[in-house]
């Protein structure tokens, strides 16, 4: 009877032991696995990315002339235009708005900027009504260094490859889409380089294709709150901007009718962006998607957008009317200043 339970209990040591290195064996997997594709990520990235922020700096001449910053997604890349502020105040912006740049990427973007190109007198943030559900794109965030930003990107855990599964399809997505060659050959990549094409960039042609009948039923978003993916990188910009004196012109940009209707939730939105005017000196609001303040409804003033979208852009003829509307409001910021 004895022998028996000796015996058994032999068989169980040694299956946990078993177990034990199985396991030790899987994790190192799992870390050796994800340094690969780490490693491979980096330089991917790298290789596509042919300048770096140093480069893009390098190119601007009369640095002091730069007195306004534009920061945002691709809606206010299509959506707020420099070439309006040079014409209006005889001053220049430097703009960095694109697709994917989201909140982390404009914080460490800045902490760049202003050992660059010094501190500006006013920078303008276009926000989206989703803006607390983007992440930035990892082929921007390669432009700084590891160390700063790899903590905020890739999150810790039992298994490094399941923790940070988003990321790496990201990575693979990326791969097999060939980004490489799409952004070598889309002009408006080729333009993100350029500081001076981006300055004179006055904004895409309606397609005219946007679909104005409203449907019996249509996918509705609600409003994702402060701080979502990214949100406290957004907190800490408007830290670092009341330090250095910095008047932050927050814009949220009009949007086609029925992407309008589509994302549901707006006053909860208007009031995420009036809370930041509250908690940090020198940080206003500017709402110009209302029906009372511009022509919703106006299909070639957007590139995009309908019922059930919940992204929108601006056209040329959209943003032209828009920039009228927001230098007006700008002129009083650069007075005080």
Do not use: C
Request: cysteine-free; charged content about 25%; glycine content about 8%.
């Amino acid at each position: 009877m004895s022998s028996s339970i000796s015996s058994s209990r032999g068989e169980v040591k040694k299956t946990f032991r078993q177990l034990l290195v199985f396991l030790f064996f899987l994790l190192l997997f799992d870390r050796l696995l994800f340094i690969a594709v780490r490693r491979a990520e980096s330089l991917f990235y790298r290789s596509v990315l042919s300048s770096s922020l140093q480069d893009k700096f390098a190119a601007v001449q009369n640095k002091k002339e730069y007195q306004v910053l534009i920061l945002g997604t691709s809606r206010t890349f299509e959506g707020i235009h420099p070439a309006y502020i040079s014409a209006e105040f005889g001053i220049r912006a430097f703009k960095e708005a694109f697709v994917g740049k989201g909140p982390m990427y404009n914080y460490f973007f800045y902490q760049e900027y202003r050992k660059y190109m010094g501190v500006p007198r006013v920078v303008i943030y276009g926000v989206d009504y989703f803006q607390f559900t983007i992440t930035s794109e990892r082929r921007w965030m390669k432009r700084f260094p590891a160390r700063l930003v790899d903590a905020g990107y890739f999150k810790g855990g039992v298994s490094l490859l399941l923790a940070n599964k988003p990321r790496i399809d990201e990575f693979s997505n990326a791969l097999l889409n060939n980004l490489k060659k799409s952004m070598a050959s889309d002009p408006n990549y080729l333009m993100e380089k350029d500081p001076t094409r981006m300055e004179n960039y006055r904004g895409g042609v309606s397609p005219g294709t946007i679909d104005s009948v409203e449907p019996a039923r249509f996918r509705r978003i609600g409003f994702f709150p402060f701080p979502g993916q990214e949100g406290e990188y957004f907190e800490r910009l408007l830290g670092q901007l009341e330090r250095d004196g910095v008047r932050v012109l927050l814009v949220g940009l009009p949007e086609y009718f029925g992407t309008f209707r589509t994302n549901r939730r707006q006053k909860k939105f208007v009031r995420a962006f009036r809370k930041f005017t509250r908690n940090h000196k020198g940080v206003f609001f500017y709402n110009y998607n209302l029906l009372e303040k511009f022509d919703l409804f106006r299909a070639d003033f957007f590139i995009d957008g309908g019922y059930g979208k919940t992204n929108s852009h601006l056209s040329s003829a959209g943003a032209e009317v828009l920039n009228r509307m927001l230098v007006r409001d700008l002129r009083r910021h650069l007075a005080e200043k």
